[in-house]
DNA sequence: AGGGTCGCCGTAAACGTTCACGGGAGCCAC
DNA sequence: GTGGCTCCCGTGAACGTTTACGGCGACCCT
C-alpha cells in the first residue's frame, strides 16, 4: 500500500529541493523553465497529487465569506442560509468563516452590505441580486478586487459573478405543465403568475410552462401572464379580474412567491374549489392549504440545497481555483398532501424539534434536514 | 480575528504540556481525573475546536472503505457508486480510499465480497443488503472487528448497521397516490406491483399508497398488490392477467425496478393508452417510454445522492466518531415529459458528454451531475 | 536498602506543505 | 576590484496534532 508521493519525493528524484519543486508547480517565479518543466515531468508520473491537510496547516488561511441575502418574510432565506452553514460544516477542515449580512428587499442595504462585505476583506461573496440592474455596478466593487461573488437563487446576466445556484426553470415551468395538463384531464384554459416578465427566471418559467403545455397538451389554451411585480395587494386584485373575465379558468401555475394573495383572491371569488392550482415554495401558510386541498401541489425550490451548492462551488473555487461551471441548477421538489408530512418534518419549525430529538439520542442532527 | 486555540493555549493557561493535554480530551489512559476536569474544563471555556488539518496530517490514517454493490442491469448501481465517489472526492482532504466490490444479484457473491472486504482491513462497509435474512450473518463478521456497515437503497433491520440511506418510501408511495388520484379525477380502479411483501421497503411503498388513496381520494379502489419477486416473466404474466380480469382498471403503480416487462404486458393487452401509470427509477429504456406518453410519470430514486449521503454517513462516524442517525431517508424526484430532459442531461450517458463539454470550458464537470 | 512496578507527565520527532530569508553564481558598471 | 544587481536555488522554521519514549515520583515487596 504505498503512500502518496511528496513533495521531497520529487526532489529527491531530481537531486533538488522541495522549495524549487513547490516554486515549480505553482508557477511562482525563481524557477529556471528547465527545471520547471523537469519537476512537472517526474510530478505527473510519479502521480504526484498534494496532501491538503499539509497545504491547509500550512498555510493557515482563513478564507472570508461573505452572505449578502434577504431577511425575508418565509423562512426561504433561512433555510438558505442554513445550507451554506451545512456546506461549511461539511468540510472536514475548517478554515473557512462566514459573515452573515441581511437586508431587507428594498433600500440601499443591499449595497450596503456589498461594501461592508469589501471593507471586511471577504475572499468571496454568496449574494442574491434582488435588483439585477443595481447589481451590475455593486459587482464593479468586487471586480476591483478580484473577489468573486456566486450568485444564489437569481442570476444577473453579465455582471460578471463568477457563476449562479438556482433552480431549473424550465424543469419547474414543464413539470407544472405537464401536472396541470394530467389533472384537468388535458383540456381547459389556465393562467400563469409571475413577478415581472424582465427578470429572467421568471420569464423562462413561463416560457417552458407555455411551450410544454402547448407540445404536450395542445388542446389547452394558456392565458397571458400576470405580473404582480412582488406586490401583495396587484396580485389580489389582478387575480379577482382574472377569474372574473375568465369563469372557466381551470388552472393556474404561481411561480412567485405570493401565494397567499392569490389564493385569497380565489376564495372570494368563489371558485376555489373548481381551480387546480400549483404554487411555489413551501411555507407554514402554503401547508395548510395544501393539506385541506386547495392547491394540488408546490413546487419546492430546495432552499437549502441552493445554499449548500452555492457554498461549495465558491469554496472549490477559492481553495483550487477550480472554475466552476457558469450556472449550476437544481431540480425541484414537488409536493402534494401525499409527501407533506416528510417536507414539515424537515422544515425549520419541524426540524428544529427533530434535530433536538436527535440530540438526545446523541445522533449527529447533520442529516435531519437534507433534501 | 484571534484564531482558534490550540493544545498549547490550553496546555500553556494549565501550565502543562500539549501531549497530557491531548490524552485528557481523547480519554487516553495516563491522566489524573484532576486534571482531565481542569483540561476539559479551560477546552470549553476557550472554545477549543480541533484543528482537523492538522490531525490528518499527523495521523496521516488512510480510511479504506469497501463498497459492496451490484452489477446491476440499469445503471442504478453505476450512479450510486458514482455518488460515492463524489462524496469522497468534495472531503477537502483525501484521506479515504475507496474499494468497489460488485456481483450479480443472487449466488453467494455476496458473502465472499464482505469475506474479502474483511480480510482487507477495511474501515467501514457500504453495503447493499439484497437478502436482508442472509445479510444478518455476513454482519457477524464485520461486527467482530467493529466495522460499521451502512446500508444503501435498502435496510436490513436488526443487523447491526449503523444506519441505512434510502428513500422515503411513505413519500414515495404517498406521492404515487395522491397523483394517480388526481390524474384519474378521482375515481376509478388501481393497482400496484411491487417486488415481494416481505421486503420491508416495498411494503411500506404500498401501504402508503393505498392508505393515502383510501384517505385522499376515498371513492377510488385499490386492488391487491402484485408480487413480481424480481421475475420479468412473472411480472409480465400476473399483469397479463390483471388486465384481463379487470377490464376496466384506470392505473397502476410499478413501485419496482422492472417496469418494462409490465409496460410491455399493457401493450400487448391492449391497455396502454387508457391506463395511467407511475413506475419507479430511470433508465433509457424508461425514458424512451415517458417520452412517448406511454407512462404518465416515475419516480427517480436519486441513487447518486444516496451513495453520496450513505458515504457522508459512513465517513463522519469513522472520522469523528459522531453516531448518524438511524435511517437517512430522502424525497424522491418525479420525472415527467416535461422534466424528462433535465435528467437524461444528468444521467450517465449524457452526462459523460456533459462532462466532457465542461472539460472543454476549463470547467469543473462535479456540479453537472448534481440533483 | 535495593529493585521492581505503576501512574502520571514532559519531550521531541514526525506528518507534507508553504514561505521568508539568504547565499552563490553570473553579469554589468563604475 | 568593489559594489550592486538579477536569477536560480537551498535552508529551515513554522502550522497543530499525534505518538513513541523516557523520566520522576510513589508505593510495594523481599
Not at 437549502?304 to 431540480?331: E, S
Not at 433536538?356 to 433534501?371: I, L, M, P, R, S
Request: aromatic share 8%.
Amino acid at each position: 500500500m504505498r503512500r502518496n508521493a511528496t513533495l521531497f519525493d520529487i526532489a529527491d528524484a531530481l537531486g533538488i529541493s522541495t522549495g524549487t519543486v513547490h516554486r515549480a508547480l505553482h508557477n511562482h517565479p525563481g524557477v529556471s523553465a528547465a527545471t520547471r518543466s523537469r519537476v512537472l515531468q517526474v510530478s505527473k508520473s510519479l502521480g504526484y497529487r498534494p496532501n491538503l491537510a499539509a497545504r491547509f496547516l500550512s498555510q493557515r488561511k482563513q478564507f472570508r465569506i461573505s452572505v449578502n441575502t434577504l431577511s425575508g418574510t418565509t423562512s426561504f432565506w433561512d433555510e438558505v442560509r442554513d445550507g451554506i452553514n451545512q456546506g461549511a460544516r461539511a468540510l472536514g477542515v475548517e478554515n473557512v468563516e462566514l459573515d452573515f449580512r441581511t437586508y431587507p428587499l428594498f433600500g440601499e442595504a443591499e449595497e450596503e452590505a456589498f461594501q461592508s462585505a469589501m471593507k471586511a476583506d471577504s475572499n468571496g461573496i454568496v449574494a442574491f441580486p434582488s435588483q439585477p440592474k443595481n447589481f451590475r455596478s455593486w459587482m464593479k466593487l468586487a471586480a476591483k478586487s478580484k473577489t468573486p461573488v456566486v450568485c444564489v437563487s437569481t442570476d444577473a446576466p453579465d455582471s460578471g459573478r463568477l457563476s449562479v445556484v438556482s433552480i431549473d426553470t424550465v424543469a419547474s415551468g414543464s413539470l407544472a405543465a405537464d401536472l396541470l395538463g394530467r389533472f384537468l384531464g388535458r383540456k381547459g384554459k389556465v393562467a400563469a403568475t409571475l413577478s415581472a416578465l424582465s427578470i429572467n427566471e421568471h420569464a423562462e418559467k413561463f416560457q417552458a410552462f407555455r411551450s410544454t403545455l402547448q407540445s404536450l397538451h395542445p388542446e389547452m389554451q394558456v392565458l397571458e401572464p400576470i405580473e404582480d411585480h412582488d406586490a401583495e395587494s396587484e396580485a389580489y386584485d389582478k387575480c379577482r379580474a382574472l377569474f372574473a373575465a375568465h369563469p372557466d379558468l381551470a388552472g393556474l401555475y404561481i411561480t412567485t412567491e405570493a401565494s397567499i394573495p392569490v389564493i385569497q383572491a380565489a376564495r372570494d371569488s368563489g371558485v376555489l374549489g373548481k381551480l387546480s392550482m400549483i404554487t411555489t415554495d413551501l411555507f407554514p401558510k402554503l401547508a395548510d392549504e395544501l393539506r385541506a386541498g386547495n392547491i394540488a401541489a408546490t413546487i419546492y425550490q430546495r432552499p437549502r440545497t441552493q445554499g449548500r451548492l452555492a457554498f461549495q462551488v465558491l469554496y472549490n473555487y477559492l481553495a483550487d481555483g477550480r472554475a466552476p461551471q457558469q450556472q449550476v441548477t437544481l431540480v425541484p421538489h414537488l409536493v402534494m398532501r401525499g409527501n407533506l408530512d416528510y417536507f414539515l418534518a424537515r422544515h425549520p419549525m419541524g426540524a428544529r424539534a427533530k434535530a433536538a430529538a436527535a440530540a438526545e439520542n446523541g445522533e449527529a442532527a447533520e442529516f435531519a434536514t437534507f433534501d
